[in-house]
């Protein structure tokens, strides 16, 4: 595994798990944060699952833009957060939002600006209760970032994405769970336990066959009905023509639980 300055990246069994590892600054993400975990998704080598959580009291705080990291394009803000958004942020939420692999987040504490982006790019999104979300860009005169117009529509619809942008309101873990946020919330002190517990189920899943459903999910969310059939039917031939599936039909005739390679 690679060096990092503010994440860190361990390998457990099939899942790679990355830690958001500002503790002292909540997890604060610079632009070398942003670069920091683009490298290390792109470097996930056989991983069947990926788990983001972040160490301390929070997942992440938002974007530290005064961070190293940044150099001299904050000189105007504006003109700053367009150039490391297009440099840094967007590379970084582009690749995490098309991972083939199922990605899970587990939220403790605030989840903020673009750590709410990042914290809902898991396929698998689990908040404990002390867990919340947070479009603050109001408060400040800015525009929500990170993929935020379109991925709070999609997962809680028009009128909840636009109560969190117009009115930077948090949305603590149960109410996240209750709208259709966040996949779960749960107490603070089972959320490493439960997130890890569903990673360790996906990266044991049928590779192949997940990476197909996670596309065609991605890509239904804009697609018609006829578009839908034929990606589906594309994925079921993909799928089909994996050891997994010949594992699963077989451990099906055998009346036993399949063993899934990920090939």
């Given amino acids: 595994m690679a060096d990092y300055e503010t994440i860190r990246v361990e ?4 899942i790679l798990k990355i830690t958001l590892n500002r503790p002292e600054r909540l997890n604060a993400c ?29 997942f992440c705080s938002g974007a530290d833009l005064a961070a190293r ?15 490391a958004l297009n440099r840094h942020y967007n590379p970084m939420m582009a690749a ?3 991972l083939p692999i199922p990605v899970v987040t587990a939220v403790n504490g605030p989840a903020a600006g673009i ?14 209760k002390s867990g919340y979300f947070l479009q603050a860009f109001v408060n400040i005169g800015l525009v929500p970032d990170g993929g935020s117009s379109w991925i709070l ?17 948090k949305i603590h873990g149960e109410e996240a769970e209750r709208i259709g946020l966040i996949t779960k919330c749960v107490e603070d002190d089972a959320l490493i336990a439960e997130a890890t517990a569903i990673a360790e189920k996906l990266a044991a899943g049928p590779t192949v066959a997940l990476a197909q459903m996670k596309a065609n999910l991605r890509r239904g969310l804009q697609a018609d009905l006829g578009t839908a059939l034929q990606m589906e039917a594309d ?3 993909i799928a089909g023509s994996s050891e997994d599936a010949a594992e699963g039909g077989k451990s099906f005739l055998e009346k036993r639980k ?4 990920g090939r």
Avoid: H, Y
């Fill in 69 to 83: 990291g940044g150099g001299d394009v904050f000189a105007s803000a504006g003109d700053g957060s367009f150039t």
């Fill in 235 to 237: 994925g079921q031939r």
């Fill in 258 to 261: 399949p063993v899934f390679k």
């Fill in 30 to 58: 610079p632009p070398l944060m942003a670069d920091e975990i683009f490298a290390a998704i792109r470097d996930l080598g056989d991983a069947r699952a990926l788990l983001i959580m972040g160490e301390g009291r929070a």
């Fill in 153 to 169: 529509p999609r997962l809680a619809g028009l009128a909840q994405a636009t109560r969190m942008m117009m009115l930077g309101e």
């Fill in 115 to 128: 750590g709410c982006s990042i914290a809902l790019a898991g396929d698998f999104v689990i908040s404990g």
């Fill in 96 to 98: 995490l939002w098309n």
């Fill in 11 to 14: 390998r457990s069994g099939d």
